[in-house]
């Protein structure tokens, strides 16, 4: 296994990356492209971008932004309507799972910044056979959350006659450095069926193979549906990310965003050490990521520590001791998800054990999973059973909101 020189991802990622002869990722390679980029001129460029969109006449919004009501989002609202003027509508797809804290600071947010809001949320019984049949299907509980982000927004652009969509920074670029910045990426259809839903579009739900009944219908997934090229063409919908028009530091626009009245996390999250991010879904830092650590060795400790360490706020050093204290971690909001869509963990371990990489997992002789780690030596990663330790629901677990 490779891992970055500078940053602690690995070459097995859930993100495309790759290597320079000096063994620095793509990721890091974008990030110091952000040095030499004239920022004073791309803010004019996005000025420029919002004039052509600006309806002078006041019979309509100006743009869209979708947001989860977390520190990106009150960035991108802040940015749209005190830097740019611009009079956006939010809108956002509720996968079910806020925190207490994450659905104030949605609330707050329309009240900071005096904005419109749509919020819309498919049924809890079309949530939850979403969520079992693409744990199993995927490996991906969530699929349904990446799905609902980048369709219903997209949605609401059309029906509503909006072509302005202005998403934050794009990930796969930040984390991997999948695009140059200078490409300037915009959202597409391509890259919401290909990266943001793993191949899997809505039709793809509907009940083909046995052993993944659920039930659903066509009916129950009107949201998930993309616009047709005919109804994206008639209103020219146009989706830009502020990531390439701003010099992006989630730590320092975070920091202005408390000012305003964002909060972070009162409790820590089991699987990393941030307490700002994925706020609006108490999985996303839990069971849906430690997925990834099953499927690929690695975790969102380790997307934060590259974050911090590219950004000059964490040495290397530091960083692999995040990674070495979290990544592995089985999180206890496992438990809440078991309950909500009726599983049990004996089943949950046995399904996600067929979604682990050879390449990065193998068995050794006393049938434990073991893994090359960034530290330099092998380990082995017995599977532990939460049930069975009879593990309390933490203070973490205690912030969902009720459903």
Known sequence: MQYCTRCVYPSISAVPLGFDENGVCTGCRAHD?????????????????????????????????PVSGGKDSWYQTWYAKEVLGLNPLLVTYNSNNYLQVGLRNLKRMREVFGVDHHFFTPSPQTLIKLNRLCFK????????????????????AVKYRIPLIIWGEHGYTDLGGMFSMNDLIEMTAKFRLEHAQRGYDWFDMLDREEGEEEGLQARDLLWARYPSDDELEEIEVRGIYLGNFVNWDG????????????????????????????????????????????????????????????????????????????????????????????????EFDAIADTFRDSRVWQKNSSGEWTKENIWGTPSAYPVPSLTESNIEWSEFQKQAVPQ
């Open 33 to 65: 492209q952000k040095k030499t980029i004239d920022w004073a001129e791309r803010a004019e460029w996005i000025k420029e971008i919002a004039d052509e969109y600006r309806v002078t006449d006041g019979s309509n919004y100006d743009c869209i932004i």
């Open 251 to 346: 730590n320092e626009q975070t920091e202005l965003m408390k000012k305003f009245g964002f909060e972070e996390s009162p409790v820590p999250f089991d699987r990393t050490y941030r307490r700002v991010s994925n706020l609006d879904d108490m999985h996303e830092n839990g069971i849906h990521d430690y997925l990834k650590f099953v499927k690929f060795g690695y975790g969102r400790a380790s997307d934060h520590a590259c974050k911090d360490i590219r950004s000059g706020k964490m040495t290397r050093e530091e960083g692999v001791e995040m990674v070495r204290k979290y990544d592995h971690v089985k999180p206890r909001d496992l438990l809440r998800w078991l309950q909500y869509v009726g599983m049990s963990e004996a």
């Open 137 to 156: 299907k995927m490996g991906d509980m969530n699929w349904h959350a990446h799905c609902g982000i980048f369709t219903y927004p997209v949605q609401v």
